[in-house]
């Protein structure tokens, strides 16, 4: 099927690390992406690997990829209230993007 | 400043009019989406273009109508056949492959009575 998973919530206190896993299922994705949606707001790209790497590091960000079990995880590093947010994977079919669900990470002060 | 913008932020109807939802970009993008997003299903495709004068239906559009006359503009119709259409609403362009960065707009809320 093209069902992309996540798990739907996350609670983590601020200055801790989040990590949002991700099981998607082409593997002739080009691209692996993550994106982050603010309460009421559209999709804004946070960061993405390409699907010959195993990780990649961007400030706080830090993705990991691996290919043989189609697992993508998403790890923020000192998670701040403003990172409160959900946070979509997506994965790059023939024609189209093919979101997941969503997961809502929630940062306690 | 180059972006994509969609109006109106909320919108009300009653149940049985068609609606139509504005989307409009400036970023010289090929290609124009239209998404659904309800609470706990992600982002579901509706209708996409890849350029100007041609579009294909997406997973879920039964009840929707698009149009894409100019490369800025792709409006979504949603009409009364729609069952469910009480929704957010969101439209995102991209350079051109699929595999590029989509962006997205702010959302449209719909909600029908």
């Known amino acids: 099927g093209e069902d992309v998973e996540q798990s739907l919530f996350l609670s983590v206190r601020e200055g801790d690390s989040s990590v949002i896993n991700c099981t998607y299922t082409d593997s002739s994705s080009t691209y692996l992406y993550w994106y982050k949606q603010e309460p009421g707001a559209g999709l804004q790209l946070l960061t993405y690997?390409?699907?010959?790497?195993d990780m990649k590091q961007d400030q706080r960000l830090t993705v990991l990829l691996n290919k043989k079990d189609k697992h993508l995880s998403l790890r923020i590093a000192d998670t701040q209230t403003g990172d409160s947010a959900i946070y979509f994977c997506?994965?790059?079919?023939?024609?189209?993007?093919?979101f997941g669900t969503g997961t809502r990470l929630k940062v306690l002060a | 400043d180059g972006g994509i913008t969609q109006s109106p932020k909320y919108l009300f109807r009653k149940e049985g009019q068609n609606v139509t939802l504005s989307c409009e970009q400036n970023l010289n993008h090929d290609a124009m989406y239209w998404y659904r997003q309800d609470p706990g299903q992600g982002l579901r495709l509706i209708y996409y273009s890849q350029i100007v004068n041609d579009f294909q239906k997406g997973d879920i559009a039964e009840g929707y109508s698009v149009s894409r006359e100019k490369k800025e503009s792709f409006p979504l119709t949603v009409t009364s056949a729609q069952k469910n259409p009480t929704a957010f609403y969101l439209c995102?362009?991209?350079?051109?492959?699929?595999?590029?960065?989509?962006?997205f707009g702010p959302g449209t809320r719909l909600t029908v009575t």
């Open positions: 690997i390409f699907s010959n790497m």
């Open positions: 995102a362009s991209s350079p051109g492959r699929v595999d590029y960065e989509q962006y």
């Open positions: 997506a994965e790059t079919g023939t024609y189209k993007y093919i």
